[in-house]
Structure formats: structure tokens, C-alpha cells
């Protein structure tokens, strides 16, 4: 009897081991993060762009971007000391808690986007830009 217990058990950490296995999780570009980022601040996301800088003070914030002439988002390093400097120019895969923050825009682009006289309303003058509080990272190497 112990022997038929002892082999479901085996089989049902073996099942369950390969169920958890098949879970995909949904790796956003940064274009898709500017798009749904709302819906997703606060969630741990996977984000993977194109690593254009890295932070000259010991590399602890990486910036990725999707496109050429797209959005950017910052990445911290809070579970690990930093990016790897061989993230820049690569394409770098984070994952961590998504985060927002609204920054002002300069006072002379919020005043040409109203008329003459009309004083540029808050709404105007501050833009979201997205980050994320990354608790490790990839970099992806092109396929050869």
C-alpha cells in the first residue's frame, strides 16, 4: 500500500511540475507598455526593447526602446546591483513592477498646443512616462 501511495505521489509532483512548465508569460515591447501601461502599473511584467543607455553611476538604470523614433522606458535595478555593460545596443529582456510617473513638460511645448492667450492646462503640461522596477534581466543575443 505505502508503495501505490509513494508512486501517485511521485506522479502528481511530476504532473504538476510540468504544468507549471507550459505557463507563457507575456513579454510587452515598450511601444505596448506606453499602450496598455495603465491597465498593467503595478503588475510584474516582462519588457523587452532595445538597450540604448546605460546609466554612467554604476550602471543601476538601463533605458529601453521599441522602435527608432519611440517611447523609451527606464528600468532600476532593484534586485540586483546593475545592468551588464554589454546590455547596451543589445536587446535586453526586464522583468519587474511596472511603475508611472507624470513629468512636466517644458512651459514653451505646452503653450503652442493651445490658442493664443489660452493658458496651457496641467493636463497639457505633464506627459506619463512608464518605468519599471526590475528584478532581473536578459539580454538577447541575435541568432547566428
Excluded at 523587452?48 to 519611440?70: I, N, P, T, V, Y
Excluded at 497639457?124 to 528584478?135: G, M, N, R, W
Amino acid at each position: 500500500m505505502k508503495k501505490i501511495l509513494f508512486i501517485v505521489a511521485v506522479a502528481l509532483v511530476a504532473l504538476t511540475a510540468c504544468q507549471k512548465g507550459q505557463v507563457k508569460e507575456t513579454v510587452y515591447s515598450v511601444d505596448e507598455v506606453f499602450v496598455q501601461g495603465d491597465s498593467l502599473v503595478g503588475d510584474t511584467i516582462s519588457v523587452e526593447g532595445m538597450c540604448l543607455h546605460l546609466c554612467k553611476h554604476g550602471g543601476r538604470k538601463a533605458f529601453l526602446r521599441s522602435s527608432d523614433q519611440g517611447e523609451f522606458i527606464r528600468a532600476n535595478a532593484v534586485a540586483f546591483e546593475s545592468f551588464a555593460p554589454e546590455c547596451v545596443n543589445n536587446k535586453v529582456r526586464v522583468r519587474g513592477v511596472l511603475r508611472a510617473m507624470e513629468v512636466p513638460v517644458e512651459v514653451k511645448e505646452a503653450e503652442e498646443s493651445h490658442e493664443e492667450g489660452e493658458e496651457a492646462c496641467s493636463v497639457c503640461s505633464t506627459v506619463k512616462k512608464f518605468y519599471i522596477d526590475a528584478d532581473s534581466y536578459q539580454i538577447i543575443l541575435p541568432e547566428k
